[in-house]
């Protein structure tokens, strides 16, 4: 993917941002278990930065989604996963659908203030009982008059705690899963919506996260994005560009802590010699180099063919995939050069072991982005 002066600059903004407004304070929000979400997004609009690849007419930038690619690029080079994470569901997973499918007063009512950063967006799909199974999920919106009335429950909502709005996918109807579901932006101050329940995770720490319920509320049918029925259709557009952001965010943590345990390897001494002198760390360390450079120029390969506007499901899941299958092993390895130094919970390698298993689950997992690629190749016996 060749890149462009206006590529390059948002690549350094973004890169200048995370050095100065992420890092610094990610070891504090860590430990809060929690960051300020509306301070933080309101500086990144005022930058630009959450509608790069959104409308100019509802204040974003109006570029193709390899410009997004640069900026989530150097998301992933923040110390911590928490933070890029609740920026890229922000992003690219709760307004995507908004952005291509949702009426004019809808934007401006909820678009625009995501793209300044005067609202947190959240997207609520996950259920207790339907993850990657997203067909399976029971949530309802019965027409009341000119209202939905929502019921049902949402679980590991990213920014679930701290956001204005959730993009909810829901039932509609009683037609076949595939053509019964709905996305309806809600309002989180609604009566009827708790989310005080908020989850302790593995690693994320700074990334609030959070189990919704909905008992009887009350939404305008206009807050409908698109049509009704076309829920689970937009959304799994929308999981091409979440899975995009899933790879596009985690290859550049891999890269900073391959980096790290290099120059770790060559100061840690073990029996007379740096770890690194072993010929068994060294190639190691150049396979994970190596997978980590493939999984790039798949990733920016997925990212022309989608800005060329071809299909890119089968690029994308494969990404999603190969990522998935990285941070099952990169990290772990690693740490193992690392000792029980990689052990201790500030440990940046620790850290990106707890913080990017998650990939391999979030966003359909490994075993569904196989089932996926398998359907679209027809590998499926008849």
């Not at 705690?161 to 076949?176: A, I, Y």
């Not at 075993?367 to 590998?379: F, H, R, Y």
């Amino acid at each position: 993917m060749e890149l462009t002066p206006e590529h390059k600059q948002i690549k350094e903004t973004t890169r200048k941002f995370v050095e100065n407004e992420i890092n610094p304070y990610i070891l504090q929000w860590e430990e809060e278990g929690r960051f300020p979400a509306h301070e933080l997004f309101k500086k990144l609009g005022n930058l630009g930065l959450l509608g790069i690849h959104k409308p100019v007419e509802y204040g974003g930038m109006g570029l193709d989604y390899s410009y997004n690619l640069m900026a989530v690029e150097e998301h992933g080079r923040a110390i911590a996963a928490g933070v890029p994470t609740a920026i890229g569901v922000q992003t690219d997973m709760a307004t995507p659908a908004l952005a291509r499918f949702g009426s004019s007063e809808l934007k401006r009512e909820f678009l625009i203030p995501a793209i300044t950063g005067d609202m947190v967006a959240s997207i609520a799909v996950t259920e207790p009982h339907a993850g990657s199974d997203v067909a399976n999920i029971k949530t309802t919106a019965r027409k009341e008059g000119g209202d939905y009335i929502i019921n049902g429950s949402k679980t590991f909502i990213t920014n679930g705690n701290q956001c204005d709005f959730f993009t909810l996918l829901c039932n509609t109807s009683d037609d076949d899963p595939h053509h019964n579901k709905s996305l309806i932006i809600v309002p989180a101050n609604l009566p009827g919506v708790d989310r005080s329940t908020s989850l302790k995770k593995m690693g994320l720490h700074c990334s609030d996260t959070a189990t919704i319920f909905f008992d009887d509320v009350r939404v305008p049918q206009s807050y409908l994005i698109g049509t009704e029925g076309a829920g689970f259709m937009m959304q799994m557009q929308q999981f091409q560009e979440e899975r995009l952001y899933c790879a596009a965010g985690t290859y550049p943590t891999l890269e900073n802590i391959i980096e790290e345990t290099v120059q770790y390897t060559q100061q840690r001494m073990a029996f007379g010699k740096p770890i690194i002198a072993n010929q068994a760390v060294q190639h190691r360390l150049v396979e994970m180099m190596t997978e980590v450079a493939s999984l790039k120029a798949l990733t920016h390969e997925a990212c022309t063919a989608y800005v060329r506007g071809e299909d890119v499901t089968i690029l994308a899941s494969m990404a999603k995939l190969k990522t998935g299958k990285l941070v099952r092993t990169i990290p772990g390895d690693c740490l193992q050069y690392w000792g029980g130094a990689g052990y201790m919970a500030d440990n940046i390698v620790g850290r990106a072991y707890r913080d990017t298993r998650i990939v391999a689950i979030g966003g359909g997992a490994d075993e569904v982005m196989c089932g996926i690629i398998a359907k679209l190749k027809n590998l499926n016996p008849r």
